[in-house]
């Protein structure tokens, strides 16, 4: 008897959360309708998801990942100036973003695995690396201009039968979460879950760990190399068109349930926690509460997740601990 798909642990959760919202929605705002409504969300949401999906490789495995948001702006100016409005810069310029983003990976993931510096210094040095390198480029204010054809993925539709028009990015969102998905039901991806939980257990087991990391730091800088050409298409080209995106992407994936330090949490729990999050951003907005307190949301959730983490991770320990027996 084959036994039934069930979700992964804490993912029923957030997409409770994410129901609620969306029928908040139908309810504050005209636009949420019509099924419209809710593919202009995704179409917004899809950036945002994609970064998240990348976050979740690092986090799983016990790492963290806070360079996306300025690769995000790097890769918007460097391609302006390359494209140049030229459809014919298009394609080569794409695809120089996604080795870019495969540099950027392999360089955090090898100084975190070979000279053991923590993932979080580590990103965090490249978040300025990146921030510099942008304003030596640009000077503070970019220049070039994307052309219609690089834009199409993040503005334009395509003509899906009885769906009718369905904007491009989110056909490239549900790709991503779907191979992603799959990835993770593989036996690289439970290990990849598995480093985040107890390394040392993968490394008796004959995993290596080292190339794990690795390869979580890559599939980050990856897909935060496809949110930018997702974002540059939907938002234009901005010099702080990135800001805030790699806090953003950390608070969507523990609001997915995803637990930091790793070895527990979904690709499916990653991508419904940036939804709900775009989804609680644009309720906020419809009920005419300041973009201010956007901020404010994120770090509660942070907060809230951090000491959840700590809370379990206590716990834990004090199940495992062993109980004396009286004399």
């Known amino acids: 008897m084959r036994a039934r798909p069930r979700l992964a642990d804490g993912t029923g959760p957030v997409l409770v959360v994410l129901l609620v919202l969306l029928v908040a929605l139908a309810f504050a705002g005209p636009a949420y309708a019509e099924p419209s409504g809710y593919l202009a969300l995704l179409k917004r949401a899809a950036p945002l998801v994609v970064l998240a999906v990348g976050q979740y490789f690092v986090i799983a495995s016990g790492g963290f990942d806070l360079s996306v948001g300025s690769l995000v702006t790097a890769e918007v100016v460097v391609a302006a100036r390359l494209v140049d409005g030229d459809d014919a810069n298009t394609w080569w ?68 039968g009885v769906l009718g028009q369905v904007p491009w990015s989110v056909v490239v969102l549900l790709v991503v979460v779907v191979a992603a998905a799959w990835f993770m039901r593989s036996g690289t991806g439970r290990m990849l879950l598995a480093v985040g939980d107890n390394e040392n257990v993968v490394r ?41 995106l790699e806090f953003r992407a950390i608070t969507a994936v523990v609001l997915g349930g995803v637990l930091l330090g790793g070895g527990r949490g979904s690709v499916v729990a990653a991508a419904a926690g940036a939804l709900s999050l775009e989804a609680l951003f644009s309720l906020l907005n419809l009920l005419g509460v300041s973009g201010a307190l956007e901020s404010a949301v994120q770090g509660v959730i942070i907060i809230a997740a951090v000491a959840y983490a700590a809370h379990g991770a206590g716990l834990r320990r004090m199940l495992r601990r062993p109980v004396p027996h009286p004399a």
């Open 204 to 244: 008796l087991a004959g995993g290596r760990v080292d190339r794990l990391r690795l390869l979580a730091f890559v599939l980050s800088a990856l897909l935060a190399s496809v949110a930018a050409i997702l974002l540059a298409g939907f938002a234009g080209v901005s010099a702080q068109v990135g800001e805030g």
């Open 93 to 160: 310029v794409i695809a120089s973003l996604l080795g870019c983003g495969l540099l950027v990976g392999l360089v955090n993931g090898l100084i975190t695995t070979k000279l053991l510096v923590p993932s979080f210094i580590v990103t965090l040095g490249m978040l300025l690396v990146l921030d510099g390198a942008v304003f030596l480029w640009s000077g503070g204010a970019p220049r070039g201009a994307l052309s219609p054809s690089f834009r199409v993925l993040g503005r334009g539709s395509a003509d899906v």
